[in-house]
């Protein structure tokens, strides 16, 4: 499980580690504080911790992966990681319910979608290793669902062409855009069987997304859904299979 201490704070923050701990996982932010921060969570006086991984630049959101359930579905949308992608839930595989999902404002080298956003992906991260396991910055240049470290640090999905909704759904409306990018929430939908990142394309200021993943290697977002706002409010919805 994850605990997390939720903070809200006025800073610029200058460092991120995820340490391993007996029992839970903690995020620790290296912040240079421009105001006051308070904590709404219970002090913790000792911790007993390792660093993960470091060179996540912008990280933002983190969950455990989780086990998936797979019981007989009660509509055409139930658990279809478990049933339709069994390879990818595996032990050493992207969605291995031991590994972390942990998002970021960088594609690690892989080309940025033309347009629509800015950097933004999602690591598939183990954090059984010893060592602390430093990113590589470019190793997901070839532009797919690539690896580093021995399959330790996988790239998930991020805001690069090879995961366009138009792909698989030519038609959709969200059609120009990925499942992620600029991630600040994640939702791992154990219970359904799918990936929800919420992502701020365009900053805080401007129209989000919030979009429904499975883990397809040659293209992720096989099935999304993508919502947007603009300026009025006005929510614009699209939902296609593959």
């Known amino acids: 499980m994850l605990n997390l201490a939720r ?14 701990t007996s ?17 709404e969570a219970q002090q913790i006086k000792t911790i007993d911790a390792a660093v993960v991984a470091v060179n996540i630049p912008g ?30 839930i595996r032990s050493g595989a992207v969605l291995d319910p031991k590994r972390l999902l942990v998002g970021g404002q960088s594609n690690f080298g892989a080309p940025l979608a033309t ?3 800015q950097e933004g992906s999602f690591l598939s991260i183990d ?27 996988q790239l998930f999905s991020a805001n690069s062409p090879h995961w366009l909704n138009g792909v698989n759904n030519p038609s959709a409306f969200t059609a120009q ?35 429904i993943l499975d883990p397809r290697s040659d293209r992720v977002t096989a099935q999304a859904r993508s919502q947007h706002a603009d300026r009025r409010g006005v929510r614009r919805e699209s939902y296609r299979s593959r």
């Open 115 to 117: 347009g629509v956003g």
């Open 59 to 88: 990280a933002s959101a983190i969950a455990q992966i989780g086990t998936f359930l797979n019981v007989p579905p009660p509509g055409a949308c139930a658990n279809p990681i478990p049933s339709k992608f069994p390879s990818y």
């Open 23 to 39: 029992g839970y996982m903690t995020l620790a932010l290296a912040v240079l504080a421009v105001g006051i921060a308070t904590a």
């Open 127 to 153: 954090p059984s290793d010893q060592a602390a396991l430093s990113v590589p910055p470019d190793f997901a240049s070839s532009g797919d669902q690539a690896s580093t470290l021995g399959g330790a640090v």
């Open 7 to 20: 903070l809200r704070m006025a800073t610029n923050a200058v460092g991120v580690r995820f340490l391993r």
């Open 177 to 211: 855009y990925t499942g992620v990018s600029n991630p600040l929430g994640l939702s791992n939908n154990n219970a359904f069987g799918r990936i929800w990142p919420a992502n701020a394309p365009f900053g805080d200021m401007r129209v989000g997304s919030s979009s």
